[in-house]
């Protein structure tokens, strides 16, 4: 029986591969970091200058990314004494006005480290349904109207799952999975979850350590299956979203904070500074093309543009390195410190810095070069830590109190 049902699950996870997500717009910023995770918008154009279009103001406090899908824009929040208040907010992309906003309570753990807050992780959309998780384990799904379908106290089935500053891995969708990544030094373990009904599709036990790292999305090629990425202190598994089944490990350490990145069948690892990664079409453990110690991204997740990838130091300088054998070029000090990792279109990158400074930076210049610059009005005793999110020739950007969108 068992194995008709796996079978029956692989079969659904075939059809939907072939047209993966089909109902997200080319358009979308879908999740962290965009398509694929990768922080990249294939058609999107960075503006040439930066200037407020519209700001909206936000409730309570939050470090999540917003997400975009077709002529919306959806966010989460949290607010209250304790931030007990879970918001989500959808607003249109045109105007910044409120479309609907929906207020939950928190069933779980509403700790966290002073600098961060309960709503870190981002949210993540199919194109069909809004999924989204606090740092406090609760998970939601609402249709694009605004309408609840199903929510999961996950603290109430996994009660030792927390730490002590706070969770932020952000989900992601492959098919008909959610992703849930709940590391801590207690009860850790990742979810397959059912993306109609909130149920559990597999369960993980993960290594105990903390780990504010996401999951990412990874096709071999074309004709491959998408798979989850994890990542963790350990190093990497690739997982069947669809049945929870591992399929290979790099078990050479990562980073707990800043994320992996993959670009055209390699994947490129924060671990020992950045590692270059080309898994086994196989099922063999992946194959190690170069490494460089000198391009340690810090917390903040690297950037592929081109052929070339991009990393910020904790020094805020950064540093591009050819994608084929890692060989380091120009460097560039920015205006930091970030936490923000960046994103990009065409030949350029959006950089924001927590003390709100927007930094363009042109990739094709010698030395590379910041074109365009932007400082934000933040409220007192607030920063920037959230990634920012792309869609036309538009750039999204969230501080604890607004949701600003920058445009020429």
């Given at each position: 029986m068992?194995?008709?049902i796996?079978?029956?699950t692989?079969?659904?996870?075939?059809?939907t591969?072939?047209?993966?997500?089909?109902s997200?717009?080319?358009s979308?910023?879908p999740?962290?970091?965009?398509p694929?995770?990768?922080?990249?918008?294939?058609?999107?154009?960075?503006?040439e200058?930066l200037?407020?279009?519209?700001?909206?103001?936000?409730?309570?406090?939050?470090?999540?990314s917003?997400?975009?899908?077709?002529d919306?824009?959806?966010?989460?929040?949290?607010?209250g004494?304790?931030?007990?208040?879970?918001?989500?907010?959808?607003?249109?992309?045109?105007?910044?006005?409120?479309?609907?906003?929906?207020?939950?309570?928190?069933?779980?753990?509403?700790m966290?480290h002073?600098?961060?807050?309960?709503a870190?992780?981002?949210p993540?959309?199919?194109?069909?349904?809004?999924?989204?998780?606090?740092?406090?384990?609760d998970?939601?799904?609402?249709?694009?109207?605004?309408?609840?379908?199903?929510t999961?106290g996950?603290?109430?089935?996994?009660v030792n799952?927390?730490?002590?500053?706070?969770?932020?891995s952000?989900?992601?969708?492959?098919?008909?999975?959610?992703?849930?990544v709940?590391?801590?030094?207690?009860?850790?373990?990742?979810?397959?979850?059912?993306?109609?009904?909130?149920?559990?599709?597999?369960?993980m036990?993960?290594?105990?350590?903390?780990?504010?790292?996401?999951?990412?999305?990874?096709?071999?090629?074309?004709?491959?299956?998408?798979?989850?990425?994890?990542?963790?202190?350990?190093?990497?598994?690739?997982?069947?979203?669809?049945?929870g089944?591992?399929?290979?490990?790099?078990?050479?350490?990562?980073?707990?904070?800043?994320?992996?990145?993959?670009?055209?069948?390699?994947?490129?690892a924060?671990?020992?500074?950045?590692?270059?990664?080309?898994?086994?079409?196989n099922?063999?453990?992946?194959?190690?093309?170069?490494?460089?110690?000198?391009?340690?991204?810090?917390?903040?997740?690297?950037?592929?543009?081109?052929?070339?990838?991009?990393s910020?130091?904790?020094?805020s300088?950064?540093?591009?390195?050819?994608?084929?054998?890692?060989?380091?070029?120009?460097?560039?000090?920015?205006?930091?410190?970030?936490?923000?990792?960046?994103?990009?279109?065409?030949?350029?990158?959006?950089?924001?810095?927590?003390k709100?400074?927007?930094?363009?930076?042109?990739?094709?210049?010698?030395?590379?070069?910041?074109?365009?610059?932007?400082?934000?009005s933040?409220?007192?005793?607030?920063?920037?830590?959230?990634t920012p999110?792309?869609?036309?020739?538009?750039?999204?950007?969230?501080?604890?109190?607004?949701l600003?969108?920058?445009?020429?």
């Amino acid at each position: 029986m068992k194995r008709r049902i796996a079978l029956k699950t692989s079969f659904i996870v075939l059809i939907t591969a072939f047209s993966l997500q089909p109902s997200v717009f080319p358009s979308d910023w879908p999740q962290f970091r965009g398509p694929g995770s990768t922080g990249y918008a294939t058609d999107s154009k960075i503006p040439e200058t930066l200037k407020v279009q519209w700001a909206a103001e936000l409730p309570g406090r939050g470090l999540s990314s917003p997400i975009i899908v077709g002529d919306k824009v959806f966010i989460t929040a949290a607010s209250g004494p304790k931030q007990e208040k879970l918001h989500v907010i959808c607003m249109k992309v045109a105007d910044g006005s409120k479309v609907w906003e929906r207020q939950l309570k928190a069933t779980g753990r509403t700790m966290s480290h002073e600098k961060t807050n309960v709503a870190a992780p981002s949210p993540c959309s199919d194109g069909k349904r809004i999924f989204a998780l606090w740092s406090c384990n609760d998970l939601v799904a609402f249709d694009l109207d605004g309408n609840l379908l199903w929510t999961r106290g996950l603290t109430v089935d996994y009660v030792n799952a927390s730490n002590s500053l706070g969770m932020a891995s952000s989900p992601i969708v492959v098919g008909e999975t959610v992703v849930v990544v709940i590391e801590n030094d207690s009860e850790s373990y990742s979810l397959g979850i059912d993306v109609n009904t909130g149920r559990n599709i597999w369960k993980m036990d993960r290594p105990k350590a903390a780990n504010w790292s996401s999951p990412i999305v990874f096709k071999a090629d074309d004709q491959s299956l998408p798979v989850v990425v994890l990542q963790s202190k350990d190093g990497l598994v690739a997982v069947d979203a669809a049945t929870g089944s591992r399929l290979w490990e790099y078990t050479d350490g990562a980073s707990t904070m800043s994320s992996s990145v993959a670009a055209n069948g390699i994947i490129y690892a924060p671990s020992h500074g950045l590692t270059a990664l080309k898994p086994d079409k196989n099922g063999g453990a992946p194959e190690q093309l170069w490494r460089s110690e000198q391009l340690n991204p810090s917390t903040i997740s690297p950037v592929v543009v081109g052929d070339s990838i991009y990393s910020i130091n904790s020094a805020s300088v950064m540093t591009v390195a050819a994608l084929k054998d890692g060989e380091r070029g120009w460097k560039l000090r920015l205006t930091g410190p970030f936490s923000a990792s960046p994103v990009a279109a065409g030949k350029k990158i959006v950089v924001v810095s927590e003390k709100g400074v927007v930094q363009i930076v042109d990739t094709t210049a010698l030395e590379g070069a910041v074109t365009a610059q932007l400082s934000l009005s933040l409220l007192e005793n607030q920063h920037i830590l959230s990634t920012p999110s792309l869609q036309g020739n538009s750039v999204f950007v969230r501080s604890d109190g607004h949701l600003w969108k920058l445009g020429e």
